[in-house]
């Protein structure tokens, strides 16, 4: 992924989760910050973290951050990113955050994701203040390494100032529809 393009703000949008119900970008939004992510269901390198995912996601609820997760894959060329899977995905990981689908793909374009995962962290106004990885495990599941997102989201929480150091996601290209 691109360096953090510091102070842009957030796309507002609408989408549907997995829950039936649909979300927006305002009813999500955390009073210290707002996470938005991007990942799919068949990623080897979402695989690897989606445990960590929705531990560091509880943990930063409790921070005042509020988080999505959205899949903008195309799924009649992945069907294993299908809604139906993405339903069967949440409840199976205990998602306590909404897992929105992005059919149309403009949400995905509109924040300029590029992989899965692929992270975006906003202060409390909405601005920019991380772009990068969960954390060095790429596609292995080990654990005790640090958790950068996490660390970086609650110092946003905390004191609205971004972290200086950060890291450039790794995964799975967003698969677009053909044109």
């Not at 060095?136 to 950068?148: A, C, I, K, L, T």
Request: charge should be neutral; aromatic fraction near 10%; charged fraction near 25%.
């Amino acid at each position: 992924t691109p360096i953090c393009d510091f102070g842009w703000k957030a796309s507002p949008f609408r989408l549907p989760g997995v829950d039936g119900k649909t979300y927006s970008l305002d009813q999500l939004k955390g009073p210290n910050g707002t996470l938005v992510m991007f990942i799919c269901n068949h990623c080897p390198y979402v695989k690897a973290v989606i445990g960590k995912i929705v531990r560091d996601m509880r943990d930063l609820a409790r921070e005042g951050v509020g988080a999505i997760a959205i899949s903008s894959n195309d799924p009649s060329a992945y069907p294993e990113d299908s809604f139906v899977t993405m339903q069967r995905v949440a409840g199976e990981h205990g998602f306590g955050f909404p897992y929105g689908f992005d059919e149309t793909q403009e949400v995905g374009r509109a924040y300029g994701a590029v992989c899965t995962p692929d992270f975006f962290g906003f202060d409390r106004s909405l601005r920019l203040a991380y772009r990068g990885r969960l954390d060095d495990s790429g596609r292995s599941p080990r654990e005790g390494n640090r958790r950068e997102l996490y660390e970086a989201m609650v110092q946003v929480a905390r004191t609205g100032a971004a972290p200086a150091e950060q890291h450039p996601a790794i995964g799975c290209s967003i698969k677009w529809k053909s044109a």
